[in-house]
């Protein structure tokens, strides 16, 4: 029998999707609205970890995922110079059969997700934001910025870093706080070298190249800096191509083959975690609106997943919602703290040039634990 609730996701990105097909499969009215009236996704690759691709596994993706994408166990580590120090065994028991790492364009994870949830007929509302919030008892009304108004059992704030929903429940809610390093993104052709993630530590910056389809991958360059620096889009690959002076094997022929073409993305690395509870009332924060974290660990998408996942286990097993999202809480903060306080603490390993050793026995660390049921 369906479930008469009716939800609101607000956001339409990894975490908003997944919570939405998870609370359709649950039977609730599920409304969907996002800004972009294009749906579209920025970005370029993604970095996907084992304990992700479980959770894509049930929120139904998996096999299109590794259709699309590409898996391959283990993370090889080199020196700056390109020489293989050695390798993380990435597998876990915990995973089964499950690849224990890969990646996959964002875009077409972006084209997978949309069309998974758009087959269990939610209502999508695009280019359409929230104005406002009003809570009366265990039910939200909601104002749209197109004039529409409508009232919720469950409002789900999936908007990213810079959420508003976030703003609008909290009074002292935390704003997103520079973390220290600039993030570069080069996105290629595959090189037939690299078979799986590879990290080259030991120079002035960490570096890796990760494969996102049989014949492309993408490179990030993490950039050291006390304040976030912003340079002109047609200058970028003649500051890429002097920061990477010194590498050596791969990273070497990745800089002197950029040109002013080379598809090149630079951005401040941010973070933010929204207190002990994302939950007021019937509302709650998911994903980079409640837990955005630097991308050490690459963790965040699946962290958003897994969160969807959970609240649609919680909702279906609750018909209070203000106690199914408790319970959401209660399985869900230590994890997602976990992945910031761990990615925090690489990125200070990485700035401070620790050794690699240091470095990756927190990887291992938290993979293994990540690898553990949510």
Same mark, same amino acid.
């Given at each position: ?53 479980? $959770? ?15 898996? $391959? ?5 080199? =020196? ?33 997700? =949309? ?30 910025? &197109? ?62 190249? &990760? ?50 073409? =080379? ?25 980079? $609106? ?36 408790? &319970? ?47």
């Amino acid at each position: 029998m369906a479930d008469r609730r009716k939800a609101l996701i607000i956001g339409g990105g990894i975490a908003g999707m997944s919570a939405a097909i998870a609370l359709r499969e649950a039977g609730l009215e599920v409304h969907l609205c996002d800004q972009d009236p294009h749906w579209r996704v920025y970005g370029a690759g993604i970095t996907i970890t084992g304990p992700t691709l479980r $959770a894509m596994g049930r929120l139904g993706i998996l096999n299109a995922v590794l259709e699309q994408g590409y898996a $391959a166990d283990g993370i090889d580590i080199c =020196s700056a110079e390109g020489r293989l120090l050695f390798q993380l065994d990435t597998r876990s028991k915990a995973l089964g059969a499950i690849p224990s790492a890969g990646g996959i364009l964002r875009p077409v994870l972006h084209k997978i997700m =949309s069309e998974r949830l758009l087959a269990l007929t939610p209502t999508v509302m695009l280019g359409v934001t929230v104005d406002s919030i009003e809570w009366h008892g265990d039910l939200a009304t909601v104002r749209f910025s &197109n004039g529409a108004s409508a009232t919720y059992d469950l409002v789900v704030g999936a908007d990213g870093i810079y959420s508003r929903t976030r703003q609008q429940m909290f009074q002292d809610a935390p704003v997103p706080r520079y973390a220290g390093q600039m993030c570069w993104r080069l996105m290629m052709p595959r090189h037939p070298d690299i078979k799986r993630r590879t990290f080259f530590l030991g120079g002035p910056a960490k570096v890796g190249l &990760n494969p996102v389809a049989p014949d492309q991958m993408y490179m990030f360059y993490l950039e050291a800096q006390a304040q976030p620096v912003w340079r002109e889009e047609e200058n970028l690959h003649e500051v890429l191509r002097e920061l990477m002076q010194g590498y050596g094997g791969v990273l070497q022929e990745i800089a002197e083959g950029l040109t002013r073409t =080379s598809n090149i993305i630079c951005r401040p690395l941010e973070t933010v975690l929204a207190g002990e509870s994302w939950v007021f009332g019937n509302a709650v924060l998911i994903g980079d $609106a409640a837990h955005a974290t630097t991308p050490q660990l690459a963790s965040g998408a699946g962290m958003g997943i897994e969160d969807g996942l959970v609240l649609g286990e919680e909702i279906a097993r609750h018909d209070h919602v203000p106690t199914a999202l408790q &319970n959401f809480m209660r399985r869900r903060y230590d994890r997602c703290k976990l992945v910031v306080d761990s990615s925090l603490e690489i990125s200070r390993l990485e700035r401070e040039r620790a050794a690699p050793q240091a470095q990756t026995a927190i990887v291992e660390k938290a993979l293994a634990a990540l690898s553990e049921e949510f």
